[in-house]
């Protein structure tokens, strides 16, 4: 299976959006993803991969790339301290 | 003092899906009442409700909205559309501050909860969607009008049963009365015909069963009444301060005169004739209105055999031998019980019979009852002036809200 193009296709249908406006690049900002919307993306993801997105990841994932790329990650089981390191250095994700 | 006027009307209830077919309904004494389609009943006792029927939320709702609104937010929200409209009202930005909302709901997202604690328990899901709790809070349907509307004024929600939306409306009609705001948007919506809540109401043994002919099954003040039906739906009003409806020639459909609220405090579920009977002198106190004025009740008037009975001996009470000369009716009877809508729906009802000088009946009356003895408009609309009414929520938990309406003049 394609991660990218489940991601394309989960964010666009959650979003109610044309999947050719979600392209890899897109952040999370220009398709118009509130904080809201997020965690309802990242429920569609848990769902769609049968996995769980600890919160610390989940704060990273503002873009689509992003989100390919931290999936990816977890889903091949790679080592995800970095991002969870990077988390933690962020500001608080509440009401972005 | 400021004085208080309804300048616009939305209704979106079984019996009609904006206020005139929903009057006109009433007017036939055509209730809604009918075997239950959202989910398959066939499990159940009581297999009846008063649905919204026909009903498609995408026919309203674009999905991206749709995905955040429980059906009761769905309801509150087209019940408000129809009564901004009816007002004409436009705000300039700094005159939102003093514009506000408030519904009441008794029941709150009740199928987004039905649904996942399905999927919680049943189906063994380990996560609920995101959306569930912004969809299941009962201020849900307020703050969606608010951000609807920019109404950034006081706005909040009332959860008292079945007296939700009494409450609510006349807590808005207090809030411009003394001052604190200009405009309200007040009413109620519920949407409570669920698996689970209609299970929950069995086993209250109030419900009417509807065996034979569901539409009617709901008989309120009747000899052979035998329950309540539960109902779905909304209904808003859109309050005004007088002044300033009128220096914007709103059109004025009547006047919010009187607001009684009392508390039984002393049974959970078994209304007593003293509490209500002190909300509905309070609004008659503060209408400073006669109990021989008013024309007419809309009764709480639930079909229960404790409930008509009790609501009679409170109108006996307070209007001694006047109450045999006013006219009551249940509309209850045609649009079920809608729980936090029912005050709103059924207030509707009030001010349309106060404009049209037609008093909507009670359905399916067959009998009276010699502990029921009143003149309850028995099946068929009457052609009469009506200058003050009376609106009466009577909830479980023993809270009142009475409000009192006169025509405007």
């Given at each position: 299976m394609d991660v990218t193009q489940k991601v394309i296709e989960i964010i666009a249908r959650e979003q109610h959006l044309?999947?050719?406006?979600?392209?890899?690049?897109?952040?999370f900002a220009e398709l118009g993803i509130d904080s809201l919307d997020g965690v309802n993306i990242l429920f569609a993801l848990e769902e769609e991969f049968k996995l769980d997105i600890p919160d610390s990841v989940a704060?990273?994932?503002?873009?689509v790339r992003q989100v390919v790329d931290s999936l990816t990650r977890v889903l091949e089981g790679q080592d995800i301290s970095d991002l969870v390191a990077m988390a933690k250095d962020a500001s608080p994700a509440t009401g972005s | 003092m400021r004085r208080v006027v309804i300048t616009g009307m939305g209704v979106f209830a079984s019996t009609g899906k904006d206020r005139e077919s929903f009057f006109a309904n009433l007017l036939q004494a055509?209730?809604?009442?009918?075997?239950?389609?959202?989910?398959?009943?066939?499990?159940?006792s009581v297999q009846i409700a008063a649905e919204v029927a026909d009903y498609s939320p995408a026919d309203y709702f674009p999905p991206k909205r749709l995905d955040l609104l429980d059906r009761f937010s769905q309801f509150g929200l087209l019940a408000a559309s129809e009564a901004m409209k009816s007002s004409g009202i436009e705000f300039r930005d700094e005159e939102r501050p003093r514009f506000g909302v408030v519904t009441g709901s008794g029941m709150g997202g009740a199928s987004t909860f039905d649904s996942g604690y399905f999927n919680l328990?049943?189906?063994?899901?380990t996560r609920l969607h995101p959306f569930t709790i912004p969809k299941i809070m009962h201020n849900a349907a307020t703050s969606q009008i608010c951000m609807e509307y920019g109404a950034q004024g006081p706005s909040l929600t009332t959860a008292t049963a079945c007296s939700s939306s009494g409450h609510a409306i006349g807590q808005a009609f207090h809030l411009i009365k003394f001052g604190i705001a200009d405009v309200m948007l007040a009413g109620g919506s519920d949407a409570p015909i669920t698996y689970g809540m209609i299970r929950s109401w069995e086993s209250v043994r109030v419900?009417?069963?509807?065996?034979?002919?569901p539409s009617r099954a709901c008989r309120p003040f009747s000899a052979d009444r035998e329950g309540l039906v539960i109902g779905e739906g909304a209904a808003m009003l859109l309050l005004e301060e007088l002044e300033h409806a009128q220096q914007r020639g709103a059109k004025i459909y009547?006047?919010?005169a009187g607001y009684g609220m009392s508390s039984d405090a002393s049974h959970i579920t078994q209304l007593s004739v003293e509490g209500p009977a002190r909300a509905i002198r309070m609004a008659l106190q503060e209408a400073q209105v006669?109990?021989?004025?008013?024309?007419?009740i809309n009764a709480h008037?639930?079909?229960t055999r404790l409930n008509d009975a009790t609501e009679t001996q409170v109108i006996k009470e307070v209007f001694k031998e006047h109450a045999w000369k006013l006219a009551i009716s249940s509309t209850k009877s045609m649009h079920?019980?809608?729980?936090?809508?029912t005050g709103a729906i059924e207030l509707v009802a009030t001010v349309m019979a106060i404009e049209r000088g037609m008093i909507p009946p009670t359905a399916n009356y067959t009998r009276p009852d010699p502990g029921c003895?009143?003149?309850?408009?028995?099946n068929q609309a009457r052609e009469s002036p009506v200058r003050v009414a009376v609106s009466n929520s009577f909830a479980f938990g023993g809270l009142n809200a009475v409000l009192l309406i006169r025509r405007f003049e």
């Open positions: 044309d999947s050719s406006k979600v392209t890899l690049d897109a952040t704060q990273n994932m503002k873009s | 055509r209730s809604a009442v009918r075997r239950i389609t959202q989910f398959d009943p066939s499990a159940l328990y049943a189906k063994q899901a419900l009417a069963s509807g065996d034979g002919d009547a006047e919010v006669n109990p021989g004025d008013v024309d007419y008037g639930t079909g079920g019980h809608t729980m936090g809508a003895d009143l003149d309850y408009v028995p």
